[in-house]
């Protein structure tokens, strides 16, 4: 059973027989997730009194912790359900400034320091172990970041992802995150796989971003070309050239090989909806096969909305291709 317990002077709240629907959602272009709930609104005398306050930290629980952040803002119409918003504690990193130089530390440290700065608990943290030399001046603490991440993507190929995760941030591989998503009709029967219960599928497929042959430009010069002839056969050529810098020079093929890995497709944007399962977020890997419009392998949640209403959880998420 879902709860929110809201927490005030080290004091925890159970709140949950206050609350109405609960919806909580994730972005993989957002670091940090979100989550909105409504308290129910009575004046009466013996009512319970609403203990919720902007600032005040605010726990979802279910078997395991699924979320937890600060009350941002309270929204009161009359007499109607008061709405809350809450975001994770990434909310600091994405709405600070910062100035950093990074004089030869990897990209570990870097963002470990950034986090301790900031007080962010710091939780797994995959092995990055680019060596950052860099000023950023006035920029979001959250894009710093990300730059950081982007440059470990560029010299060694291996992409991570971020997520809040029992109050704490973690950095970790993609493959990693690979989930398998079940529901339960009743606590005494066993688990089915969410994948069973899905509806409303829709599914694009494009080549208007597919580039199959990726060259690599330094002082004007070609100094690496790879190119898909599979791919160029079947589609036609759609060429991309990535000037570097002399200190990218040793990584050339690298930049372009996994440029090649993440343009050289048939891009997908496909979404459904299914009964909720806990785990799915932002970032994570689901597997399944949709007969209807042929989804079918492993793909990216790039977005997902929860809603708990009634005691029914479903989930809406948008998916693309790995």
């Not at 009359?78 to 994770?88: A, E, M, N, V």
């Not at 899905?198 to 060259?215: D, F």
């Not at 330094?218 to 690496?224: R, S, T, V």
């Amino acid at each position: 059973m879902h709860r929110i317990l809201n927490i005030s002077n080290n004091v925890e709240t159970d709140i949950t027989p206050l609350i109405g629907d609960i919806q909580w959602r994730s972005n993989i272009n957002e670091l940090g997730d979100q989550l909105d709930f409504d308290i129910a609104f009575n004046d009466a005398k013996y009512f319970p009194k609403n203990p919720v306050d902007i600032g005040n930290a605010v726990c979802l629980v279910n078997q395991e912790e699924i979320f937890r952040g600060i009350v941002i803002s309270e929204q009161k119409n009359g007499r109607q359900p008061i709405h809350y918003t809450c975001f994770d504690y990434a909310f600091y990193l994405n709405k600070s400034k910062a100035v950093y130089q990074f004089n030869k530390v990897s990209a570990k440290k870097a963002i470990e320091m950034i986090l301790n700065d900031f007080k962010v608990p710091i939780g797994n943290i995959g092995p990055l172990s680019t060596v950052i030399k860099k000023i950023y001046v006035n920029q979001p603490v959250s894009d710093i970041i990300r730059d950081i991440m982007d440059m470990e993507k560029k010299e060694t190929g291996q992409t991570y992802r971020m997520e809040m995760r029992g109050g704490k941030l973690h950095i970790e591989k993609q493959e990693e995150l690979l989930i398998k998503a079940t529901f339960k009709l009743a606590e005494n029967i066993a688990p089915y796989d969410v994948v069973h219960s899905i509806s409303n599928p829709s599914r694009k497929r494009s080549i208007e971003e597919m580039k199959n042959s990726i060259g690599i430009l330094l002082n004007d010069q070609i100094i690496e070309k790879l190119p898909n002839n599979e791919l160029i056969s079947k589609y036609g050529l759609l060429q991309e050239f990535v000037e570097i810098s002399n200190k990218d020079r040793v990584q050339a093929k690298n930049i372009a090989k996994k440029m090649l890995e993440d343009l050289g497709k048939v891009f997908e944007e496909n979404s459904l909806e299914m009964l909720g399962d806990d785990q799915i977020r932002a970032g994570r890997t689901i597997e399944l096969e949709e007969p209807i419009t042929g989804m079918k392998g492993k793909y990216l949640v790039k977005d997902v909305t929860h809603t708990l209403r009634n005691g029914i959880h479903r989930m809406a998420l948008g998916l693309g291709v790995i």
